[in-house]
């Protein structure tokens, strides 16, 4: 079944997609986004992956540049939806791989598809890589003092239990910083280079004039 495949290989990953476009929306693989879908056109997308491959691409917009995307995004399964009675539906991605954006392609459908391409972002598809290199006593120790800072608490037993990876990325997608910030995660090459610049954020959050926002 097609909603069970698991892709090993970037060849197997689909060379054009539907975009939904989405300023402040971060998915990483192996992450999960909770979306609230009810604009008609992307209404429409949803039901034609979930009649296909359930994929779709997530990328952010520019603000600055007359709602331009970005070139990098990730896409993402549909794991779970629900359909309400408004014309609403709610569904949740599960990333898969980033990639490139390339030409736009010339579509009868009311939503954007583009060529795309995974090569750069093979190891995507490979759990946990890179992990070992994650600094992640030094992530524990600025997180600590961001929710002291916003007098926040956490389950610190579930925070010690978490793969790398996961707590990495997870901390990545509730960070309340900016769309251009937001991307620099998206984009750091590595898992343990997308730390160093969450916990370099974070700081200067924390020095900066005024503290920080708490997590959403």
Known sequence: MKSLKEYNNISELPPKLSVFPLPGALL???TQLPLNIFEPRYLEMIDDALSDNRLIAMIQTQADNKGQLFKIGCVGKIVSYNELTNNRMLITLSGVCRFSVGQE???VTPYRQ????YSEF???????FDEEKVDREKLQACLKKYLDHNNLEVDWE???????????????????YRPEEKQALLEAKTLSERNEILIAMTEMSMSSEGGTEQIQ
Do not use: A, H, M, Y
């Not at 583009?114 to 391409?117: A, Y």
């Not at 579930?158 to 309340?176: D, G, M």
């Open 158 to 176: 579930s925070i010690k239990n978490s793969p790398t990876e996961l707590l990495v990325n997870s901390l990545c997608l509730l960070s309340p």
């Open 28 to 30: 990483l693989p192996r």
């Open 105 to 107: 392609l010339e579509v």
């Open 114 to 117: 583009f060529q795309v391409d």
């Open 122 to 128: 093979s190891n995507d598809l490979l759990k946990g």
